[in-house]
């Protein structure tokens, strides 16, 4: 036997067959990793995270979730445009701020798929839409999955056992399949039929419009009344907000089609009814958005009233961007790191908004106000653990299904640092090579992160 591997050995059997700290324990652990010159980073991460995930205590028993729930329609995005009659040779590529037609589709999703990122879009023709709805319903490849960040959210956190009040717009199917995960749609938000949205996802190595696709991602699109107009936020009662450790709430990108009259009307009512409940902690998650001034008033009418603010690398370059900072590049890490502390600094020393959860593919970052949170450095661990699981579908996370993106100064859960009257916590994805799920990976990062940290 060779000496680092007899070394290795001797300081496995010291933790097995004797009685040392668990400090010492660490140690050890530590140290023994070192000498395994032969462990991938992705192996020795995954062991550094399971013992982690060990260690990690949920804090919080209790949420209140709303306010978008649909059935997603997942498919081949460049099966579709085929089944419509669109040629990747006729394509153009443009974003727009709604669809009205197929050609608007087939260049929104040409934009986004040349760029690798998610977005979302709402159709605002009826006809256009029965199109669309004919096509996918003579597609055989398909799948009818929970859709929505409040109803995916609710789905993530059955896994914790822990008492869930859902708000969305529930249909037939949706109530059917959050039942399987041992989750009720709130009695007064039950309807008669399903809102859809359909989702037109991309692997790795697909190629469309003379691009090739070097990540895995979707494009989604929609024609959804009820989550457009809001109508669970009426299910917001005092009744079921009381009592609830964490309110969460998302869908609020979906009133971007609305006279602002009307989004103006339906925040206020949200804002005016949290600001009844002191003791619970609100997160706000965002999603795509294309409207500058609409997102700017739901900073300005919402995200600076609640605690904690969920968002992925698309929407913290646009919200840098709407905030007057500059845009926003994941593999500039010192970019993210001052778009977050702007958003914070934007909302001010005085605001109840103290907490940012951002996650990108490579590496998720929680910038908090220093003394105002408890153990986010496992929370943001702990979202990174559960999307690896989630990507590939696994109930553990297998070294060889990962690979290791983002490789910081060590091989590590986690790395703090301070920056100025803040701190941040960031920590690096293994990502899955073939994933399975691409869907909800954003709700299910923010949604295991808020089970374990609590305001001080």
Known sequence: MRYKEAVFVGLVA???????????????????????????????????????????????D?????????????????????????????VTSEDKLVIRSVGDLASVFTHYFKQETAAERAVVEESSWQEMLKAINEM?????????????????????????????PGGPELIKQLKEYGVSVMENCKQSYDELHVIME???????AGHTAKRANRFIFSRDIANSQMSATNCLTDEAVSGVDVVVIAGFHMLETLPTVQQHAVINSVREKLSLHKKQTIHLELASMTNRAFLLDLFNMLAVYSHSLGLNEAELDFLSVSLGGDRVEVKDISSVKAA?????????????????????????????RKGRWKNS?????????????????????????????????????????????????????????????????????SATGLLYTTKT
């Not at 089944?83 to 006729?90: E, N, R, T, V």
């Not at 991309?202 to 469309?208: A, D």
């Not at 983002?406 to 990502?431: A, N």
């Open 340 to 368: 977050l502390v702007l958003i914070l600094e934007k909302a001010g020393s005085e605001s109840s908004l103290t907490r940012v959860h951002f996650h990108c593919l490579t590496y998720h970052i929680i910038l908090e």
């Open 377 to 445: 450095a496992n929370s943001v661990a702990m979202g990174t653990y559960t999307a690896a699981k989630f990507a590939c579908d696994t109930p553990t996370i297998v070294p060889s299904n990962h690979e290791l993106r983002f490789l910081g100064t060590d091989v590590k859960p986690v790395v703090t640092e301070d920056v100025g009257v803040y701190t941040l916590h960031i920590s690096p994805v293994l990502v899955c090579k073939q994933p399975l799920k691409t869907v909800g990976l954003g709700d299910s990062i």
């Open 202 to 208: 991309y692997g790795v190595g697909e190629e469309f």
């Open 14 to 60: 010291t933790i097995l067959y004797f009685d040392v700290t668990k400090e010492y324990k660490e140690q050890i652990w530590q140290f023994s990793e070192n000498l395994m010159i032969w462990r991938t980073s992705e192996s020795v991460l995954v062991g550094r995270f399971d013992r982690l995930a060990d260690k990690s205590n949920v804090l919080v």
């Open 62 to 90: 209790s949420f209140f979730i709303g306010f978008n729930g649909n059935i997603d329609v997942i498919l081949n995005g460049q099966n579709l445009l085929k089944k419509l009659g669109i040629s990747a040779d006729d």
């Open 140 to 168: 055989e490849e398909k799948t009818n999955f929970i859709g929505g960040n409040a109803a995916l959210i609710a789905r993530t956190m059955s896994y914790s056992n822990i008492k869930i009040k859902l708000a969305v």
